[in-house]
């Protein structure tokens, strides 16, 4: 894993001219990135995929009025380290603030990366606690940072914690160690995950070249203990914002037995301007995957409302209302609108 500058350098990802930008933006936001993900970028492609992902460059340092140091309100709904509560049946938990690698769209990019990133046990035992004295929460999301980046013992050691509440149906890891230092995911890591109660992890992969051997092999190990997976993918424009990139990515983790899940619209994190697609492209964008691609890899298309108001869906729907008739109208894949009789009883109608 490099964290310098120099070292980007040296490793022929970023012109000797470039480091002084790539300084000041490391000295706003935190950098990283593993071996596995420098392998993966050709420094000759301006454009390349991977390296817009996790090479620093000068956008960051511009920001727009309507970005947000939190953008989508974590502050607002943690009573306590560690802890964000949003939604009434499920919680955040985030043993650490560290990452293998630091995305440069990340929403958490003012916080991760940064000193006193990890709960210490007296901190994660109140987390527990608080887990314990709510019977209304069902679900626990331990995320970060990068969960998986802790050592298997630790890890552990979360999951027994966990498994020992009663009220608690599921346990979901969060985690980007799979594709990125995919060797991680090791016999005890895996062993590390086991529980009586279910126990999910979901991977974000944003491109097709992120699939490579030794993440499918990572995911197999996975998969082959009985954890379900699910991915995550942030739109990215110049990266993804393409239906045959997806395309290629969503059919890629299915044949991978991970099934996509969300769509992220990119949050209003400071200096991350520059990767954002519009909604309407977006919507167009699931739009054309549902001619191409089978249900299996739709994943669904969301947005965090910025100040903390939670995810919603935001892609394209397929029915609305004849005003005349009351009827419904849908539309196939090409867009042509079909009749459907209105709702028996509807005034409307």
């Known amino acids: 894993m490099t964290k310098d500058p120099d070292d980007l350098v040296a490793m022929g990802l970023v012109e000797p001219r470039r480091v002084e930008e790539i300084r000041r933006v490391a000295a706003e936001y935190a950098v990283a990135l593993t071996q596995d993900m420098a392998d993966l970028i050709y420094p000759a492609d301006s454009g390349d995929p991977i390296a817009a992902q996790f090479v620093p460059t000068a956008a960051e340092l511009a920001d727009l009025p309507e970005e947000r140091p ?59 606690d608080y887990v314990r004295q709510r019977p209304q929460i069902w ?8 969960p998986l980046l802790l050592g298997p013992r630790r890890i552990a050691e979360i999951v027994r914690a966990l498994d020992q509440i ?29 529980a009586e109660k279910a126990v999910y992890v979901v991977i974000h992969a944003n491109h097709p070249r992120e699939l490579t051997v030794p993440a499918r092999a990572a995911f197999l190990r996975l998969s082959r ?16 914002d393409d239906p045959a990139v997806l ?19 990119v949050d209003l994190a400071r200096g991350t301007a520059h990767f954002r697609t519009g909604i309407a492209a977006g919507q167009r964008l699931v739009r054309a995957l549902r001619g191409r691609v089978s249900g299996l890899c739709q994943p669904i298309y969301v947005l965090d409302i910025p100040g903390g108001y939670g995810k919603v869906p935001i ?3 397929a029915i609305f209302r004849d005003g005349a008739s009351g009827a419904w109208i849908v539309q196939d894949r090409a867009g042509i609108g079909h009749s459907y009789p209105p709702d028996p009883g509807d005034e409307a109608a």
Request: positive net charge.
């Open 166 to 194: 009663p009220h608690l149906g599921v346990i979901r890891f969060h985690t980007r160690i799979p594709v990125v230092d995919p060797r991680r995911v090791s016999s005890a890591l895996v062993d590390a995950l086991a």
């Open 225 to 240: 203990a009985g954890i379900p997976l699910l991915s995550q993918t942030v739109l990215l424009r110049g990266v993804n």
């Open 70 to 128: 939190d953008p989508i309100g974590d502050e607002r709904w943690s009573p306590m380290p560690g802890i964000v509560h949003r939604y009434p049946d499920r919680v955040l938990l985030k043993p650490t603030l560290l990452c293998p690698v630091y995305c440069r769209f990340c929403f958490r990019r003012e916080v991760v990366g940064k000193k006193e990133a990890m709960l210490d046990r007296a901190a994660l035992e109140r987390a527990f």
């Open 247 to 265: 395309e290629v990515l969503f059919r890629g983790l299915v044949a991978m037995r991970v099934k996509p899940y969300y769509l992220h619209q």
């Open 139 to 146: 679900e626990v999301i331990v995320s970060g940072g990068d």
């Open 315 to 317: 892609g394209p729907c």
